[in-house]
């Protein structure tokens, strides 16, 4: 089982939709959650930073944390054209000298006007 | 504000020659420094990271090599670059443990995409 598993899509949706992306991973000491977009030929962008469990929402998007279920979600509402793109999640564990993060494959996501 | 650099954005090499990418950072002091490679369909992998200059880790054994001349700077290189070479190569920073940002996010540079014919 890989560490993290991220459905790699693609998912096409029309404008205005709600969005759920999600990840699932194996590791229990996994603290840290983040999700990070990646436009077609670009460096990946931080989006959301989340820690430990629970919801932090940042405008049209909203990042869920299940830590008893190791699911993690990103869901994006009315989503526009401009939201196209590929969405990474990533994980580490806290504290001690773990500078790594261990990211998803990616899920390519496409708004369609 | 933080910036990240990478150069070049893009490049051409043929198999065999040798490769030096840099990647430079602006607006902190002593932050950890990673290289990645990104593939179609396999995702962001770690090659080297580096939590100060002449401190670096390698993750994949492979016929690259990174070094941390300066506080801000990283570089990856090769001697002969092979087909396998081809990829999106990202350049990313995190701010070092124990500042008031000491947090676990990496933030990426633009990337190179490098194509080994």
């Known amino acids: 089982q890989k560490e993290v598993e991220q459905d790699p899509g693609p998912l096409s949706v029309p404008e205005g939709a709600i969005v759920s992306l999600n990840c699932t991973y194996s590791?229990?000491?996994?603290?840290?959650f983040m999700w990070y977009r990646q436009y077609s030929r670009k460096g990946p962008e931080l989006l959301m930073y989340?820690?430990?469990?629970g919801n932090k929402e940042d405008g049209r998007f909203t990042a869920q944390v299940d830590k008893s279920s190791k699911y993690i979600s990103l869901f994006i509402r009315d989503s526009q054209p401009s939201d196209s793109a590929t969405y990474l999640c990533?994980?580490?564990?806290?504290?001690?000298?773990?500078?790594?993060?261990?990211f998803g494959k990616g899920t390519l996501l496409t708004v369609n006007p | 504000s933080q910036t990240i650099h990478q150069w070049p954005a893009t490049l051409v090499q043929p198999v065999g020659s040798p490769l030096s990418l840099e990647c430079t950072v602006e607006?902190?002091?002593?932050?950890?420094l990673y290289w990645y490679r990104q593939a179609a369909g396999r995702g962001l992998q770690l090659l080297f990271y580096?939590?100060?200059?002449?401190?670096i880790s390698s993750e994949v054994p492979q016929n690259l090599s990174a070094s941390r001349p300066q506080d801000r700077q990283f570089i990856l290189s090769s001697k002969k670059l092979l087909l396998s070479d081809s990829g999106f190569y990202l350049c990313?920073?995190?701010?070092?443990?124990?500042?008031?940002?000491?947090?676990?996010?990496?933030?990426f540079g633009p990337g190179t995409r490098l194509t080994v014919l």
């Open positions: 590791n229990s000491a996994f603290q840290y």
């Open positions: 607006g902190t002091s002593n932050p950890n």
């Open positions: 990533a994980m580490t564990e806290s504290g001690g000298s773990n500078y790594k993060l261990t």
């Open positions: 990313a920073w995190r701010p070092h443990r124990g500042t008031p940002q000491g947090t676990n996010e990496q933030f």
């Open positions: 580096s939590i100060g200059i002449d401190q």
């Open positions: 989340t820690y430990s469990s």
